[in-house]
């Protein structure tokens, strides 16, 4: 079946565009459009075309599995400009969506119009690339050059009431049917006389993108697409329109060979592969409505909070009334700040508020339908905390952990019910973080995994399953790559020089920044808690216990590695220096920054395979998406495992050998990554053969 249709009723053509699910502009959509407007020109019987999609949307951009190989004729740039030279008038009515390819579409027709609900946008330089069909020449004429730069950097999209306003779109459909609307349009046109209105016609925008430039330089630093994309825009601004065409293509052919691109568009399949699991096909989620949070500090507060902005009832416990009083104004004033950032209404919040009972005993958690425990994170007392509500809960509830390093299966055996129990390992603010990692244990029942993927889908979070480890996915490697800085400032590396490569490298902060914002209690209590496991060859940081012992905090106390007494994004403090060199032993040298960012990553990259090795993650993309989400890897670079196919796992390896000529007890390669080199594969190659 042809995935587009024509048909003519009173003068007027309908195209339709039906090619479930997204009606992605594919090569078969791509050739029914072009063969629909030919058919349209060479109609007597028509004198006005609708074209619309069918389904829940309009256009859904291009196909992205087609990126990067040969183009099928006709392209989309083909495609729209044929629309756009169309000598009878063409009116998109658009609905549900229209991004990227399919906004393209739109904008080569001749007039616009837009259901309520409709969301409009060029978000291309997401995936690494710019919008390649006319978007950067198009979009300037209509809303002018600063909403069109910022729609094009940004990519975000516009309501169909903002793109009526800025001239994106001609009118807004009065509710009910897109077909009706469409066609009720296109009789007002011909009633009008109306003619065809190509927007190459309108004249280029004046002004410049210097200003525009400068930000998208320091917003999107080491990104190219964004800029690129601004370079485009200006390059229609003082030639003519098909001039400005031809360098908008070429701009976009050297944006689809760039290794960003790639690592982009692997992060955008990756976050869709992550649900994709085989325990959870055909197994049904448990009813969830009502969730219970057992500790009301940051934590449990931001956890509670993201279930009140998804609409569940939730019910937090906490030890007693001015705990749970304090907990339910922490509450409060996150849901204030999703106010003010225009995330919830007023009104949302007042019905969110309705929806939280904070108590102080667990019998209110009788018919809840899961419970998140976010405690202390001591075995102990999250032992006891399972007992009481294994008695407390109702038959069929889930029992979740939030702890980031705990093993789940002795927290299990602490219930008479360990098929009920799951890690649920949020990342703070838990009302704000994407990343939940989903922790199996041994006895977890198919179906309470598969309700732990539903309420991250609800929650609105990027869930990713992990297997029970001290860590899990994440937090394993973390404490992995953080022992190679801290060998790095044990050495000569000052943990400023670190943290200036590491931002140097791709990530919004270094590691000791992120300690600061952290707390240094943090790291100081899991080495507490791992100190008596510790192998005798193992370095420790005794300059981050004696920051903590200095009562230097981090941020929560105004100094950590950094002070922050004057300056809100730290300062450089001599004091840090002194308690590093009182903990250093032995001969001292330089590192270059080229150097730390190797050891740091191939010491990421070597436990990560080791994690993927030992089935704690499926696969190396989970271990991207977790890293992507949760601990601010550059999301240009993919990944650190697409990272590292991208380095050559040969390079990395030899990294590894040679820092293991002075440390062979903390650089010892990884068993996967030595496989992998020796059958000519790749953590992608992994990656397609675990797809199920």
Not at 56 to 68: N, R, W, Y
Not at 548 to 572: I, N, P
Request: include cysteine.
């Amino acid at each position: 079946m042809t995935p587009v249709t024509y048909s003519v009723t009173d003068g007027i053509a309908v195209i339709t565009v039906d090619n479930p699910p997204v009606n992605a502009l594919g090569h078969a959509v791509r050739a029914g459009l072009s063969e629909a407007i030919a058919t349209f020109t060479a109609d007597a019987d028509a004198q006005i075309a609708v074209l619309r999609g069918g389904g829940k949307l309009f256009l859904g951009g291009a196909d992205i599995s087609e990126f990067g190989k040969p183009l099928q004729e006709p392209g989309l740039p083909t495609v729209v400009n044929e629309i756009e030279a169309c000598p009878k008038p063409v009116v998109a009515a658009i609905h549900g969506v229209a991004l990227g390819g399919g906004l393209e579409v739109a904008l080569g027709c001749h007039y616009r119009l837009a259901m309520p609900g409709t969301k409009l946008g060029l978000p291309e330089t997401t995936l690494g690339i710019l919008p390649g069909a006319g978007g950067t020449q198009r979009a300037p004429r209509l809303v002018g050059l600063d909403a069109a730069a910022e729609m094009i950097t940004g990519a975000k999209p516009v309501t169909a009431e903002k793109a009526v306003e800025i001239g994106l779109v001609d009118r807004l459909g009065d509710g009910g049917d897109v077909a009706a609307a469409g066609r009720a349009y296109a009789g007002d046109l011909l009633a009008e006389g109306a003619g065809p209105r190509p927007t190459r016609d309108i004249p280029a925008p004046e002004g410049t993108l210097a200003q525009k430039r400068a930000e998208a330089e320091w917003k999107f630093k080491g990104q190219v697409a964004q800029v690129t994309a601004l370079d485009a825009i200006a390059a229609g601004l003082d030639r003519p329109f098909d001039e400005g065409l031809a360098e908008e293509r070429r701009l976009f052919q050297t944006l689809i060979e760039t290794p960003q691109r790639a690592g982009l568009i692997h992060a955008f399949f990756s976050e869709r592969a992550v649900t994709k699991l085989p325990e959870l096909k055909g197994v049904s989620p448990r009813n969830l409505s009502h969730v219970g949070v057992i500790g009301g500090g940051t934590m449990g507060a931001g956890i509670a909070t993201s279930a009140l902005l998804a609409g569940l009832v939730v019910t937090l416990v906490e030890r007693d009334e001015a705990a749970a009083g304090k907990a339910r104004e922490t509450i409060g004033r996150n849901l204030d700040a999703a106010v003010k950032r225009g995330k919830l209404t007023d009104e949302r919040r007042q019905t969110s508020l309705a929806s939280l009972a904070t108590v102080t005993g667990y019998d209110a958690l009788a018919e809840a339908d899961l419970a998140i425990e976010a405690v202390f994170e001591d075995m102990e007392v999250k032992k006891g905390v399972f007992a009481r509500l294994d008695a407390a809960m109702k038959p069929g509830a889930v029992l979740a952990t939030n702890t980031s390093y705990l093993d789940i299966n002795e927290i299990a055996r602490a219930t008479s019910r360990p098929a009920d129990v799951i890690g649920l390992h949020f990342f703070s603010p838990a009302h704000i973080m994407k990343l939940l990692e989903i922790v199996v244990a041994d006895d977890t029942a198919p179906e309470v995994t598969a309700t732990a993927f539903a309420l991250a889908k609800r929650l609105g979070k990027t869930p990713v399953r992990a297997g029970v480890c001290d860590g899990f996915i994440g937090n394993r490697i973390l404490s992995h790559y953080r022992a190679a800085a801290d060998h790095m400032v044990l050495d000569g590396a000052s943990p400023y020089d670190v943290d200036r490569a590491l931002v140097a490298f791709g990530f919004a902060m270094g590691p000791y920044q992120v300690s600061d914002l952290a707390g240094l209690d943090i790291g100081y209590a899991t080495r507490e808690r791992k100190a008596a496991t510790a192998h005798p060859r193992d370095r420790s940081p005794t300059f981050a216990d004696a920051l903590y012992h200095a009562g230097r905090l981090g941020q929560k106390t105004g100094k950590g590695y950094y002070d922050y007494s004057e300056d809100r994004r730290g300062a450089q403090d001599p004091e840090v220096l002194d308690l590093v060199a009182e903990a250093r032993a032995g001969s001292q040298r330089r590192f270059t920054p080229e150097e730390i960012q190797r050891r740091y990553m191939a010491a990421m990259v070597n436990e990560a395979a080791q994690v993927v090795d030992e089935g704690i993650a499926r696969r190396p993309l989970d271990v991207d998406v977790v890293f992507l989400h949760g601990y601010g890897f550059p999301r240009h670079l993919g990944g650190p495992m697409h990272w590292a196919d991208a380095q050559g796992h040969d390079r990395i390896l030899a990294d590894i050998t040679e820092f293991a000529k002075t440390d062979d007890h903390f650089w010892q390669p990884a068993p996967l990554l030595q496989r992998l080199l020796a059958e000519g594969r790749s953590f992608a190659d992994l990656n397609a053969t675990r797809k199920d």
